[in-house]
């Protein structure tokens, strides 16, 4: 598999206008080849197709492979990499189904120009979902292949096999052809009416294989391209002024001894306020000098009261389980067990801070974040901007970590917004201290448990309650028969946690 993901990068990066992706340019980008996307639609459509056809994953094998005369298999999806391996797993799923070498596919991962849609890489979904989308497509483009083969070859389907991407004789290997060779630098416009069945593990030789990852040499080498590593002409660092806590909300700024620095510009947009400078260190003692004043009004809660507030807290009951009567299964139990646990807030805390960079042309913006879901900023920017979609493209270059934390890109949008002021390419890049302040925790929550166990030791009764976390991970594991799970949430339009929380791992 080829490993210049670095180069792809760059070449991204130094696209003279990576807003425009017209027909010409996507072939170059792409290196020529037979480009695979939707079956109905030029490279340039592709990007503005209205959302309703564009939010779900592709049912056209098209739109996740580019297979090149010389042989190069190009594998463009929308999931990201972050640690976990899809770098390297999904090529093997690819190479096994396609007969191809793995060295010869190269990953083109999470750039909402050219990838095909996916909502978000979260949840260990890659390898147990997605790649059976990538599976099938490959196996309908390999049928395909076959096909053409047969019909050049004067041979039927069943006298052909594959092998390094090369269809041939059975009985005469010398008569054979190359996937290059069908494609011929030309779309593929054939489609099979019964689609194939995937290959049975049985037949595979590259998945279940242990392979040196195709990161590894460019993560220790230390060549590998993060966000904040991109760099473009005229860019700047932005820092942006944070509120003491979540809760309050900005009175009054004064940032005129920030603006008495020689090269710093300021830029608000409403509540957002922000200090640019080509030099990130200039700009930290810039907005040091910044003076804000903020409303009181946060919530009187700490780290050691944080349980007994969210037990007094404002909550509707949702019964999420119920089986038996658990009046009957304490009458049954020789041990009533009654149990409180607390678990405080958890960040995720990635080895990578979050960091965007934004980059306007007119109307239309890019922006190279460190996020789990590039469709999912793409929506959010153009919901919250009042953008048309194809107007906004988000590259996610490798992530040092996201553990569901950057599920969420709120650096992403300041990036958008103080960029589209300032008329530059900016930066922002979230200092530690920042990413523990702007994280979207894990709940903090009380679970009181009160259960029953008869003298054999047989548990019949299982009364479980939890405080606004949610019911993920409640279920009755074990056969009880007298059991409820009631989960307590808080009211409609009364939030209450202190701070922003969402996924964890």
């Known amino acids: 598999m080829k490993r210049n993901i670095k180069e792809q990068r760059r070449r991204l990066a130094t696209t003279k206008n990576p807003f425009e992706v017209k027909r010409r340019d996507f072939f170059k980008l792409l290196g020529g080849g037979v480009v695979v996307y939707m079956s109905t639609h030029n490279p340039s459509e592709l990007m503005a197709l209205p959302l309703a056809q564009r939010r779900e994953v592709p049912k056209d094998y098209n739109a996740f492979l580019t297979i090149k005369e010389d042989g190069e298999v190009i594998c463009h999806v929308g999931k990201i990499e972050m640690g976990q391996g899809p770098i390297t797993s999904l090529p093997q799923q690819v190479a096994d189904e396609l007969d191809v070498p793995i060295e010869s596919i190269t990953m083109v991962m999470g750039d909402t120009g050219i990838c095909s ?102 993560k220790v080498t230390g060549e590998a391209v993060y ?24 009175i009054s700024v004064d940032y005129s001894e920030a603006e008495k620095i020689e090269g710093i510009q300021v830029v608000r947009d409403g509540d957002l306020v922000a200090v640019l400078h080509e030099l990130p260190e200039v700009a930290e003692r810039a907005l040091a000098t910044v003076k804000a004043e903020y409303t009181a009004d946060e919530k009187q809660v700490d780290d050691k009261s944080v349980f007994e507030y969210l037990l ?89 970590g996201g553990f569901g934390g950057k599920i969420y890109h709120p650096q992403v949008i300041e990036a958008v917004r103080i960029a589209r002021i300032a008329q530059k390419p900016v930066m922002v890049t979230y200092t530690r201290e920042e990413e523990f302040f702007m994280d979207f925790f894990r709940n903090a929550t009380v679970v009181k448990i009160k259960s029953g166990v008869t003298k054999e030791g047989k548990i019949v009764l299982w009364d479980f309650n939890q405080y606004h976390a949610g019911p993920r991970g409640s279920d009755t594991i074990y056969n009880v028969p007298h059991a409820k799970i009631t989960q307590y949430s808080n009211q409609s339009g009364s939030p209450v946690h202190p701070l922003p929380v969402g996924a964890w791992r």
């Not at 599976?135 to 390094?164: F, G, H, P, T, W």
């Not at 590259?206 to 195709?214: E, I, K, R, T």
């Not at 966000?227 to 900005?250: E, F, I, N």
């Not at 793409?378 to 048309?388: P, V």
């Open 312 to 400: 007094n807290a404002p909550a509707k009951s949702r019964e999420v389980e119920s089986l038996g009567n658990l009046e009957e299964g304490e009458n049954q139990a020789e041990l009533i067990i009654e149990s409180e646990f607390h678990d405080g807030y958890k960040a995720h805390a990635p080895i990578e801070p979050h960091a965007a960079l934004a980059q306007w042309n007119g109307d239309k913006v890019i922006v190279w974040g460190s996020c789990q879901s590039p469709f999912g900023a793409q929506d959010q920017i153009a919901r919250e901007l009042e953008m048309e979609l194809e107007n906004v493209r988000i590259i996610t270059p490798f992530l040092g």
């Open 227 to 250: 966000t904040a590593d991109v760099k473009m002409p005229g860019q700047v660092y932005a820092k942006v002024l944070r509120p003491p806590s979540h809760l309050v909300q900005l």
């Open 117 to 218: 849609y996916d909502a978000g890489t979260w949840g260990s979904l890659t390898t147990r979902e997605y790649s059976h989308y990538l599976r099938d497509a490959c196996a309908e483009a390999r049928a395909v292949l076959i096909e053409m083969a047969s019909e050049y070859l004067d041979i039927s389907n069943e006298n052909l096999k594959i092998k390094d991407g090369v269809v041939f004789d059975s009985s005469n290997p010398d008569k054979k052809v190359s996937y290059g060779w069908l494609t011929k630098g030309e779309r593929l416009e054939r489609y099979m009416d019964e689609k194939p069945s995937v290959k049975d593990h049985t037949q595979f030789n590259y998945v279940g294989q242990s392979m040196l990852h195709a990161d590894a040499r460019l």
